[in-house]
């Protein structure tokens, strides 16, 4: 299994561009089912659970290519499975997203039913509850969904808890519904406006996407698109903390900062310096007064429970005490215990991190859990003294594009150690 090995103690300075947003790009791609004509990629980020995508994609009998503008070019005009296979399904959860998109077009869908994973149990009920209430009939066979509709119906859905794909996924069911879909207390999300613009970019008819209410007007069809992913916020947000943790000063172009306020906001707290222009964001930071603050994660426009790994290091390393408390997931602090072999001084209670600040950090063997989890050890790695070598880094590879690439561009030391 491959490692990446980081020898602590650099400070980041320079220029990075942001990749395309992997949360949005999954959900377009699941899209992509709902045309018979060609979409056109610009932007997609070369990641894993991209990989993975197209695998589901592939196997149904989709078509791939890449042309010479480093653009992704799909058809599903020849789609002859509608299975996403466990295989695949296990190692994304978010593979569920294909499941809307296909009762929607193809009037059936088999998909692996997810199982837990290590952030949670993270069931699909909101999603299988709201592709019923469509019209859809939803039986459980041998560890699978199988959902099967002659043609969805247009009606009035209350998600009982807010999810982001289980959001996307109905409403990419509803477009090619008959009539109108009205879906409330939805995830608002930057992500679930993205796809609401990607699927009217097709022909869809979708409103009040980003607030609590997205309307729907069915259409008979939907046409082929070109699209550019937007950027990566949470990507963007761990290389801000990067710097932020190791006193650096750099500037990350490609994003969009109004979607990033909830985290831009917390770096100013910890005392960092932040400008932001058209295009970028410059953060400056005196790695010796960060401040601590308190975090507490929950549903946009709230504080990004995929963020809460990256602060709770820097948290770690501030001058204080602080709590971060996790709403989102039950199980989200596994990095705690890893943090602490590396000196950190964090105490877990229930939904809380008690963060006791400490001035420097040990580098540690340490083994990544979950992708944001992994992300947060790289960032301990930055800024410990000595060597931390981050075991099972698959977990990395998921979200982040060339981490180890941009990080040693602003100066770190970092290496991929083969397997
Ligand atoms: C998405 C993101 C993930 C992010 C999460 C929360 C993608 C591909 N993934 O995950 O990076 O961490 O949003 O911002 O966009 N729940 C139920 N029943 C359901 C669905 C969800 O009880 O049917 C619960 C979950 O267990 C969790 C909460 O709702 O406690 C929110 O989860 P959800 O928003 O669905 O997360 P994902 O969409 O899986």
New binding site residues.
Partial sequence: MEKLRIVGGNKLSGSISCSGAK?AA?PMLAATILTDQQITFKNLPYLQDITTMFEILGSMGAEITLNEGMNFIISTSKLHDFEARYELVKTM??SILVLGSLVARHGFARIALPGGCAI????????LDALAKLGAKIELKNGYIEATARKLIGCEINFP??????TENIMMAAVLAEGQTILRNV?K?P?VEDLANFLNSMGAKIRGAGSDEIIIDGVDNLSGTKFSIPADRIEAGTYLVAAAITGGDITISNVQAPRMNNILDKLKLSGASINISSNSIQLSMNRDSILPVDISTA?FPGF???MQAQFTVLNALSKGSSVVTEN???NRFMHVQELNRMGCDITVKGSNAFVKGVNSLNGAPVMATDLRASASLILAGLCADGETVVDRIYHIDRGYERIEEKLSYLGADITRLPS
């Fill in positions: 949360n999954l959860r978010a949670g149990t993270r069931p699909v009920d909101f999603h808890g807010v999810s982001v794909t289980g995830a999300e992500e549903p990004p429970t995929d989102v997931f039950e």
